[in-house]
């Protein structure tokens, strides 16, 4: 085959046959770069993907076809370019990146490790595997028309997680529950009542009015005795009964779910009367009052008609209840964007809401993509992002790392007439709390309040992205705080708060993630006057970052904030996938991964690069995204 | 019928999401031709059979040879000797079994305006100068929209005439509206963005007319903006005019090639290192992720040519893979 007339020199050719390369992702951008690597050369190719072939991704994966749907995305794609290539050596695994068996020593046997993600979670991961391993990594993301596609090289480069991640959009509870102003708030609050009648309980996605919104302070709503049964049920204190015992008592009937979701509440909400000096009043219906005379065919392209909605909300609570009595006792619903009846519900309810509180209707196809957080994807941006990777793994053979770039795919053109934007690659960013050679953190929060469960769940694994911390505090006896080997069971002081053990202003930590190689010591300054809803807060002060802790450090004067994380606030984190959601990211890990298939999350919008013919950019045409 | 079945809708929710229905239909419509189909044109292939056109042909002469298994995507290695429209039939019908696929073994020579009329848009790859020419005016002619493009090495082009071409584009305008609450004494303002669909013309000049552009003309800025590759495509076609073939990676193709750069730039008045002097080094076969790139490119022209939706690259695009810039240049005699 040397014969064979190319533009790669014999001994890069050589090189690139020999190349052992490991692709994360076998979905929109996978499957184009699977193929793109056997044509150019490389035989020796592990690709790992946990998902399974759905029919929304046939329009742009091609590797696979209709007959595929529901097998793995990895093996299927392993044969399909099998075809294109039958002495490539392929070893696909139908299995979680997260999984512990990838850990640093599985990374290490790689030259070249290349992303096709979907989220953020899974990045980050890869990311600290391949800095621990010391291997190099190409990232990408694609999202409509735009595409993203950069080289991490421990060390020399910045890391994936040397720019802060994107505010996660999040809206205050009681703006859900009492005063939501745009669709996105009834959409989210639709969601939350599937859950709260079909799906996992979550005491955060309570649906009810909320008493205690701060908005109608001295005004506790309660006309006349208060003795009712329905205002009983809004009391936070003690619910005499929850949502979902209330709608299995009255056995999940429409017409009695509907009146006091959209009547009885409502008029709740509108005792609130603070609520509603300057807002206008939400206008509670009735049941009987949507009933249509004449039934036309529901078009899920179009906005529907209150009475449609409604019509739909029943014919969907019904479908909901023979799945969830199918699923019998204990059972319930994992909410998912492709399942009619769940989507149909969400988009009737979030539309009935809408109406009630004057707000713009959208049709169930657009009430879609704001409920999954559906990323437009097709083919042709997947195909030029995957070509670019490969060029870009091209110069990492031909040991031409100076040639390596960040690429940026735009939809149009600007007077640079750059529709491909190739940007030099920053260095790594001092202060990264994962690159950095010692990670340090330094966070504000209250420790007579906050417990270590919280600690681990809502900072070291959603914040700082760990999977399996372990804790010790750094009082010179080398105190375990949290232990990754036991089970929640076991972990008695998960309860507990941090100034139990002793932890007060001043106190260091230090969280160690075993799989990722990864440590970080953790400062603490304890606060008890956190803005509302805030647990903790990071503060960035650079005499603190590598300082002592019995250094003083006065929050007031030189701490900067640069990250909140609030609580209570609500986060959208369902992720399109249910089989992601679910097995991809172990259980209860709420992690910021919001997104669809193939996006990346690098907000360039907010870096000037250099770029290569020295025109710093920083136009709307490199916004890229995403997430 | 044009009603888009609940089947299709589920296949392409993703792109329906992204250019809507109205876009999706008027592809369900369009007919295609695809004349050379080595490995920039089964790029093209696949992006455009996978979005659902109404039909796609592909047409070539050529049987597959050991080179298109490095960057043919369509075909499989049992195909040698093969015509290769015939064997790349199967794998393009799987890619989307809505989309009709014909195969046409004859030459592009041989067929005529007529033959060129019975499509909204011809695509041309893998063809010389003068195919390129008189196919795009007999096009013109028959006001069907024109495409060509290739890759050579590391590098690659598509252009675009699309003649006088109708599209709309969408603009999202923020407006405010006041609501009175009911007892009067306070107002809200509640924002809400619309999406205005705007109908927009695009004039386009034929590849012959490009040519005649004065590139003396062009500014120091202009130039620096401007892309090697508009002279490595010319390059590369006189060499084939004068041998009826393209480079291959030689000495002596090297060496005849850096002389016809050196012709190329005088005669256009360009200074010689406009294109770098080991252009010739990567210039040979169709390297795949190149062919990815600009097939991804010219594919997504021919979905917003079909469609009439958003704004095309007027009316070049060139892609250097070792620099990895691509650039849209308009280029026409002002
Ligand atoms: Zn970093």
Redesign the pocket.
């Known amino acids: 085959s040397s014969e064979v007339n190319t533009p790669l020199s014999s001994s890069v050719l050589t090189d690139v046959n020999n190349a052992k390369l490991f692709v994360v992702g076998a979905g929109g951008i996978g499957c184009e770069l699977l193929k793109n690597l056997v044509l150019t050369g490389f035989r020796n190719i592990e690709v790992i993907d946990l998902d399974t072939i759905d029919v929304s991704n046939l329009n742009r994966q091609f590797l696979f076809q209709k007959k595929h749907v529901g097998k793995s995305k990895a093996m299927v794609a392993k044969e399909s370019v099998l075809r294109l290539c039958p002495k490539a050596n392929i070893n696909a695994r139908h299995d979680s990146i997260f999984n512990p068996q990838y850990n640093m020593q599985f990374f290490k046997q790689f030259d070249l490790v290349l992303n096709a993600l979907d989220n953020r979670a899974a990045r980050n991961h890869v990311?600290r595997m391949c800095?621990a391993a010391d291997v190099p990594l190409i990232e990408s993301g694609s999202a409509g028309y735009l595409g993203q596609v950069t080289v991490i090289k421990k060390s020399v480069t910045?890391?994936?997680?040397?720019?802060p991640a994107p505010r996660q959009k999040s809206f205050p509870g009681c703006t859900i529950r009492n005063t939501p102003s745009e669709l996105i708030h009834c959409i989210v609050w639709a969601k939350y009542l599937f859950n709260q009648l079909f799906g996992e309980e979550d005491a955060d996605q309570d649906v009810s009015p909320d008493t205690a919104d701060p908005e109608a302070a001295n005004n506790p709503g309660e006309k006349g005795d208060g003795s009712s049964e329905e205002n009983n049920s809004h009391d936070l204190d003690k619910p005499r009964i929850s949502t979902r015992e209330w709608a299995r008592e009255c056995d999940y009937d429409a017409e009695k779910i509907f009146n006091k979701l959209f009547h009885t509440d409502i008029n709740y909400l509108l005792s609130m009367d603070k609520l509603w000096q300057k807002r206008t009043p939400p206008k509670p219906v009735l049941w009987a009052e949507c009933q249509e005379i004449q039934e036309r065919q529901l078009d899920h392209q179009t906005v529907m008609t209150l009475q449609e909605n409604a019509r739909l909300f029943s014919e969907s609570i019904n479908a909901l209840k023979d799945e969830f009595k199918k699923q019998g006792d204990g059972g319930m619903l994992v909410w998912d964007k492709d399942e009619d009846p769940a989507m149909n519900f969400t988009s009737s309810v979030a539309n009935i809401r809408a109406h009630i509180f004057h707000i713009e209707e959208k049709s169930c196809f657009e009430v879609k993509s704001m409920a999954g957080n559906i990323i437009p994807a097709i083919a042709s941006t997947n195909a030029i992002v995957a070509g670019l990777i490969v060029l870009q793994a091209l110069c990492l053979i031909r040991k031409r790392f100076a040639d390596c770039r960040t690429v940026y795919v735009c939809e149009a053109v600007n007077d640079t007439k750059k529709l491909l934007k190739p940007c030099t690659l920053d260095p790594?960013?001092r202060g990264?709390?994962?690159?950095?050679e010692k990670p340090e953190i330094t966070l504000k929060l209250n420790t007579k309040t906050l417990t270590c469960e919280q600690f681990r769940d809502k900072i070291l694994k959603s914040h700082l992205g760990m999977l399996a911390p372990d804790v010790e505090i750094l009082d010179g006896r080398g105190t375990i705080l949290i232990s990754s080997e036991e089970d929640e069971e076991e972990n008695q002081s998960l309860g507990q708060t941090l100034d139990s053990f002793n932890i007060t202003h001043g106190s260091r930590l230090r969280a160690d993630d075993f799989l990722q190689n990864y440590d970080i010591v953790v400062n603490i300054l304890h606060e008890e006057n956190l803005p509302d809803d805030m647990i903790f807060q990071v503060s960035e002060t650079k005499g603190t970052i590598g300082a002592s802790a019995e250094k003083e450090t006065t929050p007031e004067n030189n701490t900067e904030e640069n990250s909140v994380v609030q609580e209570d606030k609500i986060e959208i984190i369902e992720d399109a996938d249910p089989s992601a959601s679910q097995d991809e990211i172990p259980r209860k890990r709420k992690r910021s991964s919001t997104n669809d298939k193939d996006s990346v999350l690098i907000d360039s919008s907010k870096r000037s690069k250099q770029c290569d013919d020295s025109v710093i950019v920083n136009d709307d045409n490199n916004v890229v995204v995403l997430d | 019928d044009s009603e888009i079945t609940n089947e299709e809708f589920a296949q392409y929710d993703r792109q329906i999401r992204l250019w809507g229905l109205d876009a999706q239909k008027r592809l369900r419509q369009s007919k295609i031709l695809v004349a050379g189909v080595g490995g920039f044109g089964s790029e093209v292939v696949k992006n455009i059979v996978l979005s659902g056109v109404f039909s796609v042909t592909l047409l070539d002469e050529r049987k597959v040879c050991e080179e298109d298994f490095c960057s043919q995507l369509l075909i499989t290695t049992n195909h040698v000797g093969m015509n290769i429209a015939e064997a790349s039939k199967v794998r393009t019908q799987e890619l989307n079994p809505n989309v009709e696929v014909y195969v046409d073994t004859e030459s592009l020579d041989s067929k005529t305006a007529d033959y060129f009329a019975k499509f909204d848009i011809v695509c041309v790859t893998r063809c010389t100068l003068q195919q390129r020419l008189d196919i795009n005016n007999m096009c013109r002619k028959k006001n069907v929209k024109f495409f060509s493009g290739d890759v050579f090495g590391f590098y690659g082009y598509c252009f675009l005439d699309l003649g006088e071409h109708e599209y709309v584009e969408e603009v999202t305008v923020n407006k405010q509206v006041a609501i009175s609450v009911e007892d009067g004494s306070a107002e809200e303002k509640t924002k809400s963005s619309e999406t205005v669909s705007i109908k927009k013309t695009a004039t386009f000049c034929s590849y012959e007319t490009a040519l005649k552009e004065d590139w003396k003309l062009r500014n120091r800025r202009s130039l620096r903006q401007s892309s090697s590759v508009f002279y490595i495509l010319q390059i590369l076609d006189e060499f084939q005019s004068r041998h009826q073939r393209l480079p291959i990676q030689n000495s002596m193709d090297s060496l005849t090639l850096s002389l016809i750069r050196k012709e190329i730039l005088t005669k256009a008045g360009m200074k010689e290192n406009f294109v770098s002097d080991d252009f010739q080094d990567f210039c040979c076969s169709v390297l795949s992720p190149v062919a990815a790139v600009v097939g991804g490119v010219m594919a997504q022209e021919v979905i917003k040519a079909c469609s009439k939706k958003n704004k095309p690259h007027q009316n070049f695009f060139f892609f250097n893979g070792l620099n990895h810039t691509g650039i849209v240049d308009n280029i026409c005699p002002k």
């Open positions: 990311n800095l910045e890391c994936y997680e040397c720019q790594p960013k990264c709390y994962v690159c950095a």
